[in-house]
């Protein structure tokens, strides 16, 4: 059975807060576990008024003190916003504190647009070979093989499990150099996903962290009772999505009746290619669009997004997305 696994944005609703948002993570993690869900990961983003998880690794120790058994961790931390230390000595201590629970996926996009990118870096000028060297620094700090002539405290010896994340050909490329698992984030860019997982498989090298390859791929999945009920759930996700591309990025808005009817037709086939990778109506439904998904990519897990105003419609959602995957 492919694993199965959750991809939080930890949303900040309309009219809700970023306490309540923090609190639904911590909530929905517990309930994911006990459904068998096998990670629950959260992602880096900045300057987004609808995303609570921009202090990624303080959010993860609170989801991790939450759960017991669930591998908690990002999905993830964009590299070049940091010193490649001071994310080995983040994710040593949140591995001092939930031992062999913790992952740490790794891009390269700012998470953020330009103008946060620059508050945050303070300069964009990078060398395109920079996020290999920082990963391999970062490696060598969890190693503690004296490379760098720096012992992480926390950090040396850790148990942290990487993987490189991408939505392009180029962390797939990265992720077959160094021989460890691949992520593509095809919930929001679905464009390359076939290219990408066959450039990974094709070009992996064996390491010390991995003999074969091991590649995840995002979807949505947005799971209720009728599919009328999914679609109207749906419509929170479509209208972030019409946000950000416009420019307009708000908190997560309630579902609205008939949403994408409504849109110009250029934005409602934005929206089909965005959310080409999802899953969307009854049991039935997800089950079948799961299973095709399953079939497309060969993936050895899939991460699932589920963004939904209704925390207790979300939860629900993720029961009956457990029971698809379960009945496969």
């Known amino acids: 059975m492919t694993h199965y696994s959750i991809l939080d944005l930890v949303p900040v609703v309309e009219g809700g807060s970023v306490a309540q948002a923090l609190a639904n993570a911590a909530d929905l993690a517990a309930h994911a576990e006990a459904l068998g869900f096998t990670r629950y990961w959260v992602a880096e983003h900045h300057g ?6 921009a202090a990624t690794s303080v959010v993860i ?21 940091h010193a490649p230390l001071v994310i080995a000595e ?4 949140l591995d001092a504190l939930y031992p062999g629970r913790i992952d740490l996926g790794l891009g390269r996009a700012p998470g953020s647009d330009q103008r946060v990118a620059h508050a945050i870096r303070r300069t964009l000028d990078s060398d395109p070979n920079a996020f290999v060297r920082d990963i391999v620094e970062l490696q060598s700090y969890f190693a503690d093989d004296g490379r760098t002539g720096i ?6 010896g850790a148990d942290v499990q990487l993987y490189i994340l991408g ?16 992520a593509f984030a095809s919930h929001f860019a679905p464009q390359l996903l076939d290219e990408a997982l066959h450039v990974y498989r ?9 003999d074969k390859p091991h590649a995840m791929a995002a979807m949505n999945v947005i799971a209720a009772d009728t599919d009328a009920e999914a679609e109207f759930l749906a419509s929170s996700i479509q209208q972030s999505f019409v946000g ?12 609205v009746e008939g949403y994408k009817a409504s849109l110009p037709p250029h934005i409602a086939a934005m929206l089909d ?13 997800i089950r079948d669009g799961i299973s095709k998904f399953i079939e497309r990519t060969q993936a050895d897990e899939i991460i699932v997004s589920c963004s939904v105003y209704s925390h207790e419609m979300r939860k629900r959602s993720l029961d009956l997305t457990a029971q698809a995957f379960k009945s496969l």
Do not use: D, W
């Open 61 to 81: 120790g609170h989801i991790a003190a939450a759960t017991k058994i669930i591998r908690i961790g990002a999905g993830g931390i964009m590299l070049p916003n």
């Open 273 to 285: 290619e965005v959310l080409s990778c999802s899953a969307i109506g009854a049991p039935e439904t």
């Open 167 to 182: 939505s392009s050909l180029y962390g797939a490329q990265v992720a077959a150099l160094l021989g460890l698992p691949y």
């Open 90 to 93: 983040q994710f040593g201590t």
């Open 244 to 255: 950000l591309r416009t420019g307009n990025p708000r908190q997560m808005q309630p579902p």
């Open 48 to 53: 987004m008024k609808g995303i609570a998880s």
């Open 202 to 210: 094709s070009s992996f090298k064996p390491s010390e962290f991995l």
């Open 151 to 156: 012992s992480a405290t926390p950090g040396a």
